[in-house]
Every structure is written in C-alpha cells, then in structure tokens.
C-alpha cells in the first residue's frame, strides 16, 4: 500500500510517471477493487430485486467498500427485512434512512449499528409510513384541486420518510383549517406542481 502523503504535491502524474510500477500495482489494485465492488453490488441487487443500487459520484472506493462491509456483515440477519425493498432503490448516501418513497438510504459513515436500527425498525414499518404518505399528499391534492405532487430533484437524497410525512401532517393540519382560504377557493390547479422541502423549517 502506497502512502500517497509522500507523493509531491506538485504534479501525481509527474510521480506516477517516475514510479511505473507503482502506478502499475495502483492501478491493478484499484481495478482489483472495482470487480470486487461490481460483483458485489450485482449479487445484492440480484439477490434482494431492487431496482437499483445508487450512490454518489464524488465517493472514493473507500466510501463504497465500507457501505458494503456492513451491509455483508449483517445481511442474514437483514434478508427478510431487506426482501421488502423489491422494485426499490438501496442507496449508498450520507445517512442512514427509510425515504419518501420507501427506498432505503445507509451512510458510509454510520456505525453498522445505527444502519441495524433504521433496517431492523424503520424500514419494517415502511408500508405503514407509505400509507401515511399516500392519504397526506390525497389530502392535499383535494385541496389544491388537480395540483401534482413532485420531488424536488435536488433534494433527492434528502427525502427522509418520517421528516417528509412530518411536514405533510403539519401542512395538511393547517390547509383543513383554513377552508376558506383562497388557495382552496380555485376551481383547478390543473398543470400546477407542489414541491415539498422536508428540511425546510417551515411548511412549504
């Protein structure tokens, strides 16, 4: 293992350049790592029929193969939990989380057992969470007549389940008591869309 503290910090290519083999060996091992993190991910994806296996671009090989150790290291005690994400997305993020829309979320930075708690509790009330979801957003298209409720795409990532049905509670609470109001008073919000911001600190 190279320790790329000693490398110049004038130009790595320069040294990788005057290093062959090193580079020869950094290059074999990080391609070594890939296939590794490839087969991995196709077994799991596979094995639980998710939709997709998701993570960010700007993550070091590091990042993903500590999100996959702890996925490993506890994956028969999460099958049957983890069987109830089919047809969703397992997404290797900055946290640890069920979403929005019943995906899951865990955190390279999360210790394994705080992705146990958000596996073993949160994403085993999923379907009731979901439920809860559905007959806000029903809510609140009756209100706002024909409106559509989107996803902001840039707080994909961000769409915690019980902070987004947090925000729902609150605003349709205060949307039932203001009948009156003008917004509800338009006959159609037909090619209108309402956008949620679940870490925004007001209803939204």
Not at 173 to 200: C, G, M, Q, T, V
Request: aromatic share 12%; net charge negative.
């Amino acid at each position: 293992m190279y320790d790329f503290a000693k490398i110049p910090k004038l130009s790595i290519e320069t040294w990788l350049a005057n290093n062959v083999e090193a580079a020869r060996t950094i290059t074999k091992r990080h391609q070594e790592l890939m296939n590794e993190i490839s087969d991995k991910v196709n077994d799991i994806k596979e094995r639980f029929k998710l939709k997709s296996i998701e993570y960010r671009d700007d993550w070091s090989v590091s990042q993903f193969c500590a999100c996959l150790r702890t996925l490993f290291m506890y994956i028969d005690k999460w099958h049957d939990k983890l069987l109830t994400l089919k047809d969703k997305r397992l997404i290797f993020g900055d946290k640890s989380c069920l979403l929005r829309d019943g995906s899951l979320e865990l955190g390279a930075n999360d210790p394994p057992v705080y992705c146990d708690h958000v596996i073993c509790y949160e994403l085993l009330e999923s379907d009731q969470y979901m439920e809860k979801i559905n007959s806000y957003e029903t809510n609140l298209r009756e209100y706002f007549r024909g409106i559509e409720i989107r996803q902001d795409p840039d707080s994909e990532y961000l769409c915690r389940a019980h902070t987004y049905l947090y925000h729902l509670l609150q605003l349709s609470h205060h949307l039932d008591l203001n009948r009156d109001h003008e917004a509800h008073r338009i006959e159609s919000w037909k090619n209108f869309y309402l956008f949620i911001n679940p870490f925004s600190s007001e209803q939204s």
